[in-house]
């Protein structure tokens, strides 16, 4: 399933960007260090990215593993490692076809990278990649975005501009389509760089998440293949409950 995710990476080109985004989010982290009590046994970060998560774990003194497909990323996430000098170990591979030579307790992919597992199949996959990889009783945490009809009927555009930090105006404008049958939000974004009141860079990206909804993910982890059971279900990293307008859906799941 290798080709399906490197034709839907363009929005992670420029990991120094995906960093400038993200860095400061801690919900998830906060959430994630209350479930690591007391495990001295390796932990497995999916599609762990630059590290935004993997780095402060093991300095808090975790044994962590960061597991993505994308070379840039984790090229960035392993300097980021290095210039902090912690112990990280990073392997370039397939969430859906995990080969570790090690068991975990926990395994936890965030971001909403599960929305990147487009099809029933990749998602199986995934699921039992994961069952592989986990220790008795172990668990699995992630989280994924809450559908909202009324936004996803629509055709959506709209664009946004911040200044970065080279004192250039970005303007971005997306637009957004949502394919009902294939439950596929199709995202395009066209950035335009100003320095000086003038244009001097443009650039488009697209990506395409996958959203699945509260009935569809009970069964998907309750399915007797994938061998799991619901803990919890969240409508936030906060521990919100889930309601039907909750912005995302946080499962924590446990091996039977």
């Not at 990215?49 to 093991?58: K, S, V």
């Not at 992630?142 to 936004?151: G, K, M, Q, S, V």
């Not at 664009?159 to 404008?173: G, M, P």
Request: proline share 3%; glycine share 4%; charged share 25%.
């Amino acid at each position: 399933m290798k080709e399906i995710f490197e034709n839907n990476f363009e929005k992670y080109e420029n990991p120094e960007k995906y960093d400038e985004m993200y860095s400061k989010y801690q919900d998830d982290l906060l959430y994630l260090m209350e479930s690591v009590s007391g495990i001295d046994k390796p932990i497995i970060d999916l599609a762990c990215g630059t590290g935004r998560l993997t780095i402060p774990m093991a300095k808090r003194g975790l044994h962590m593993v960061g597991v993505d497909l994308h070379g840039g990323m984790l090229s960035r996430a392993k300097q980021k490692a290095d210039d902090e000098q912690v112990n990280i170990i990073f392997e370039q591979q397939d969430c859906t076809e995990l080969d570790l030579d090690y068991k975990s307790p926990l395994i936890f992919m965030t971001g909403n990278s599960f929305q990147h597992f487009l099809t029933n199949k990749s998602q199986d996959a995934l699921f039992q990649s994961v069952k592989k990889h986990l220790l008795p009783n172990g668990q699995f945490i992630f989280d994924t975005r809450n559908p909202n009809i009324d936004e996803l009927a629509v055709v959506s555009e709209f664009e946004e501009s911040h200044v970065n930090i080279e004192n250039q105006t970005v303007i971005e404008k997306h637009c957004e389509a949502y394919n009902h049958q294939t439950q596929i939000l199709d995202c395009t974004t066209h950035t335009e760089i100003i320095e000086n009141q003038q244009l001097i860079h443009t650039a488009s990206d697209s990506i395409s998440l996958r959203y699945v909804y509260p009935m569809e993910l009970y069964r998907l982890v309750d399915l007797d293949s994938h061998g799991f059971e619901l803990i919890s279900l969240y409508g936030s990293w906060k521990k919100d409950t889930f309601m039907k307008d909750s912005t995302s859906m946080i499962v924590h799941c446990q091996l039977k």
